[in-house]
């Protein structure tokens, strides 16, 4: 981990006003305000595999969002290869970098698109988020279209052919000529990646991406983006709520609760000596495909809370079995378990090193 | 005791065209008073289907064919459609996948339980229906007071709760739950595991847990049966099936499973698709991606008998010694 950081996560901070009604505003009752984010700070280095983990409503999809400019930040900066994203999709681009920035010169949109180039995102559903009536062919080769590289027709098949056989759809003349519905449900997603893929991205962002699909299904699809960093040296982050599947091929995984990154280190540490008492729950729950591997589950009770009431202190000491009198007063610091793992919480410090 | 018995059960999905496609064959299975039963494979391998066929809620296009389903000393595909409803929901009762989602909006949840209770005559009076919905809320963890709430107060993990509770409305000896617990998060999924099994404790449920998610199994069935092609593949206890499986296929589906025991260790995705109903293999259903089948002209030709291959242990593969 001596390489410069392909991404820098700055002190995050994403809020959404949540709509009055007209009796509130009568009342004259404030704007509500749902903290999604509230001071996530991450870094990832190139061709790294990050597992984002969490529950609904903890904010992992926010991240996505903002990490590609989708969205804009309240507070904080995502770093992209040192540049301001948020800047960057909305055409001021700041200089970071020491080097003269051409892409400073470009219009709005061209410089959206530069970005877009470099970082894409993988959905959720393949049965969705293919167009029915394109054949597979005119599906991957439309980010070219729309990016106008310039490239002619050869060029184009090339990067097309090279996008569906990196993604185990070969040779591709079998395939491009179909159109989704007579795909199984593992190739229309290996299209959705290889669609993300043919403009050659350094990042790609994969929503819950095996989320909707068969067992073995998923496997294929998890194998293939492991893959992808040997063929293609690309970096990849992985939001998903399913600590089995984050835990078979990423390198670190970070845990989010409500808003903020709890626990972050190597993956396969964090899932044998979770730290955090949430992270320890999630372990603990997740079920183990063995009945002699059965654990205890620390079950904890109730949901996440609502995020527009932030609780005092730790915002898990509601839901913490083991929160004591000061995690309602004081937000914990990270405390570091070594120099790739820490976690926060205060009573990290009298957890047994075991 | 034997709570169910499944003997030989055929069923056809007959489509516009006339043509009938077998979606379940030769299917047999006993369930014990009591415990839990994982019903586990890919999509369309048929594990829908016989969950519908248990309760004889086939869609218009379904016909069963063949078999028996022993419950109670009466074949409950002999019987008419009045004696099934009273054993409907009375004695076999289910949480269809996605239930939580199908919660009428505009009527309390309380409401939507009484009515399941005065519509099988459970109750006398509305004050007793309105009583039991109580304790029915009560007995899978909401508080009894909740009930005059609507379900959109509800978090998902409480509608699924209700949801159950309106199951046992008439307090059913055998609980059919399908993907009862996928589309909820994984802590929202524990507390409805922890909940089945206390159910199935108290009350002394027989449980049919129709899934994908071997975890799930693993976590809470005391057997399982693996199913494949709408046949079944292996059935034994939990810790047969996941220590010491025979079947390739059974073999092949865990290790395409991630383990957060082991986690970083590598996983195998089984090569090809699971058989089209209109296109199924002459012989073996697992023949085409079986890793063993390899020359074996018995796999292409026969389909592969269940034989019990030890106490309580059944495969259907010609490859089993001992099959």
Known sequence: ??????????????QFPVNRTLVDRLKGKPTQVVHALDGVSFEVEPSEILALVGESGSGKTTVGMNLLG????????????????????LGKLSRTDRAADDLSQLSRRKQILALRRRAQMIFQDPYESLNPRQTIYQIVVEPLEIHNLGLNAAEKEQRVRAALEDC???????????????????????????????????LLIADEP??????SIRAEILTLLQSL?????????YTTHDLATAGYFTD??????????????????????PRHPYTQALVSVA???NPRKRRKRMILQGEVPNPIDLPSGCRFHPRCPVAVEACKQIDPPYININAAHKAACLLLENVDES | MISLEVKNLSVQYITDAGVALQAVEGLSFSLEQGRSLGLVGESGCGKTTVMLSLMRILPEAGRIVEGQMLFDGRDLLQISESDIQAVRWKDIAMVFQGAMNALNPVRTVESQIVEALQLHKIVNSTKDARKRAGELLELVGISASRGKQYPHQFSGGMRQRAVIAMALACNPRILIADEPTTALDV????????????????????????????????????????????????????????????????????KAFPDIAEPGSELASIAGNPPRLDDLPPGCRFEPRCHLSGSNSLCKSEHPPLIEIAPGHLVACHLVKGA
């Open chain 1, 1 to 14: 981990m001596n390489s410069k950081p392909i991404l820098v996560v700055d002190d995050l901070y994403k």
């Open chain 1, 70 to 89: 989708l969205q804009v930040p309240t507070r904080g900066r995502v770093l992209f290869d040192g540049r301001d994203v948020a800047a960057w999709s």
């Open chain 1, 168 to 202: 185990g759809l070969a040779p591709a003349e079998h395939f491009w000529d179909r159109y989704p519905d007579g795909l199984s449900g593992g190739q229309r997603q290996r299209v959705v990646v290889a669609g993300a893929l043919v403009l050659e991205p350094d």
């Open chain 1, 210 to 215: 095996v989320s909707m699909l068969d067992v």
């Open chain 1, 229 to 237: 960093r040997k063929t293609r040296d690309i970096t990849i982050i």
């Open chain 1, 252 to 273: 670190r995984m970070a845990v989010m609760y409500l808003g903020r990154v709890v626990e972050i280190g190597p993956t396969v540490e964090v899932l044998k000596n």
């Open chain 1, 287 to 289: 079920p183990v495909p």
């Open chain 2, 187 to 254: 802590m929202i999924q524990a507390q409805i595991i922890e909940l089945l099994e206390k159910l199935q404790r108290d009350l002394n449920l027989s449980l049919v847990i129709v899934t994908h998610d071997l975890g799930v199994v693993a976590e809470m069935c005391d057997d399982v049966l693996v199913m494949y092609g709408g046949t079944v593949a292996e059935h034994a206890d939990s810790d047969t099936i996941f220590n010491d499986p025979q079947h390739p296929y059974t073999q092949r589906l865990l």
